[in-house]
């Protein structure tokens, strides 16, 4: 559910509401415009271990274009709960690192929260943002010194109720979209809860309970979740993208972050996500509303697997 992708929620006149630009209403604009088609994108990749991390780095900075300094770890590997690095700067507004495992408010998920420890002292990070080129970890007290080596642990808890509710989010949409053919244009997760608009005229109680039952059915099925990185030219390429405005993507943007809910749903994204549906749980759609002209939303909670 990143900055590229914030760049084309702009061009279709979406607006975004991210921290760096907001936290509690931000529409998910990484869902709005990228729900690509199965085309070989699913396909193991056979170059070098070397060359796919060359790939990946060059992808990860493309797609989030003004932190191009700082490798997004999380982006690979969301399951990284700890992790090492350099502090590059130290700014009123937070500590910028050559790496890092936190994820900064985007795309509607929250930041992560957790630590950073150092040789001589230990701070709470308690807001992640980006800002400019920077990747900025907001801290609790006083900041490390620059060179520093640290280790930054993430709030486990809180990374993974997000993660689960931000493939819940991207399965319901795919579900959505093979029932009645509406797409996504918007979303938030929360710990505890997550909500989506899409475009549909039409939201019975009916359709509800069908949404409910056939996101459940998918996600118990087990469904492997995977993250690929696909170049402009093959994102063209591939015919559902003019239907959902990637082409819309700006021309600087050359790497785009897929993530694969296989059989269910592909999408541009920048976030974080479990690696199989299974660890989803249970969802219940507990509200749905009118946002007016033709746009509905739906809230759902996740429970243990029935």
């Given at each position: 559910?990143?900055?590229?992708m914030?760049?084309?929620g702009?061009?279709?006149?979406v607006?975004?509401?991210?921290?760096?630009?907001?936290?509690?209403?931000?529409?998910d604009?990484?869902?709005?415009?990228?729900?690509?088609?199965?085309?070989?994108i699913g396909?193991?990749?056979?170059?070098?271990d070397?060359?796919?991390?060359?790939?990946?780095?060059?992808?990860?900075?493309?797609?989030h274009p003004?932190?191009a300094?700082?490798?997004?770890?999380?982006?690979?590997?969301?399951y990284?709960?700890q992790?090492?690095?350099?502090?590059?700067?130290?700014?009123?507004?937070?500590?910028?690192?050559?790496?890092?495992?936190?994820?900064?408010?985007?795309?509607?998920?929250?930041?992560?929260?957790?630590?950073?420890?150092?040789?001589?002292?230990?701070?709470?990070?308690?807001?992640?943002?980006?800002?400019?080129?920077?990747v900025l970890?907001?801290?609790?007290?006083?900041?490390?010194?620059?060179?520093?080596?640290v280790?930054?642990e993430?709030?486990?808890?809180?990374?993974?109720?997000?993660?689960?509710?931000?493939?819940?989010?991207?399965?319901?949409?795919?579900?959505?979209?093979?029932?009645?053919?509406?797409t996504?244009?918007?979303?938030?997760?929360?710990?505890?809860?997550?909500?989506?608009?899409?475009?549909?005229?039409?939201?019975?109680?009916?359709?509800?309970h069908?949404?409910?039952?056939?996101t459940n059915?998918?996600?118990?099925?087990?469904h492997?979740?995977?993250?690929?990185?696909?170049s402009?030219?093959?994102?063209?390429?591939?015919?559902?993208?003019?239907r959902?405005?990637?082409?819309?993507?700006?021309?600087?943007?050359?790497?785009?972050?897929?993530?694969?809910?296989?059989?269910?749903?592909?999408?541009?994204?920048?976030?974080t996500?479990?690696?199989?549906?299974?660890?989803?749980?249970?969802v219940?759609i507990?509200?749905?509303?009118?946002?007016?002209?033709g746009?509905?939303?739906?809230?759902?909670?996740?429970?243990?697997?029935?």
């Amino acid at each position: 559910m990143g900055e590229a992708m914030a760049a084309v929620g702009e061009a279709v006149g979406v607006a975004m509401a991210l921290v760096g630009t907001g936290v509690g209403d931000a529409i998910d604009a990484t869902s709005i415009t990228a729900r690509l088609a199965i085309h070989g994108i699913g396909a193991r990749d056979a170059r070098g271990d070397n060359e796919r991390s060359a790939t990946r780095r060059c992808a990860t900075s493309a797609y989030h274009p003004r932190v191009a300094d700082t490798t997004l770890l999380y982006a690979t590997n969301a399951y990284l709960r700890q992790f090492d690095a350099i502090v590059q700067a130290v700014t009123d507004d937070g500590v910028i690192l050559d790496q890092t495992a936190f994820y900064p408010t985007g795309g509607g998920q929250p930041h992560d929260l957790g630590t950073l420890r150092w040789d001589g002292g230990s701070a709470k990070v308690v807001e992640v943002r980006k800002q400019g080129d920077a990747v900025l970890h907001k801290l609790e007290g006083s900041p490390p010194p620059v060179s520093a080596r640290v280790h930054g642990e993430i709030d486990w808890d809180r990374r993974y109720a997000l993660m689960r509710h931000h493939t819940a989010l991207h399965s319901m949409s795919g579900v959505i979209f093979q029932l009645y053919g509406a797409t996504v244009t918007g979303g938030q997760m929360y710990t505890d809860r997550a909500r989506m608009d899409f475009q549909l005229p039409d939201l019975s109680a009916e359709r509800l309970h069908a949404i409910e039952q056939r996101t459940n059915e998918l996600l118990a099925q087990g469904h492997p979740v995977s993250i690929h990185f696909l170049s402009r030219t093959e994102a063209l390429d591939v015919p559902d993208l003019i239907r959902t405005r990637v082409n819309l993507i700006p021309e600087s943007v050359q790497q785009i972050r897929v993530v694969n809910i296989e059989g269910i749903d592909q999408q541009a994204d920048g976030g974080t996500h479990v690696n199989n549906t299974s660890e989803v749980g249970y969802v219940r759609i507990i509200g749905s509303e009118n946002k007016g002209k033709g746009n509905k939303r739906v809230e759902i909670a996740l429970e243990a697997q029935e």
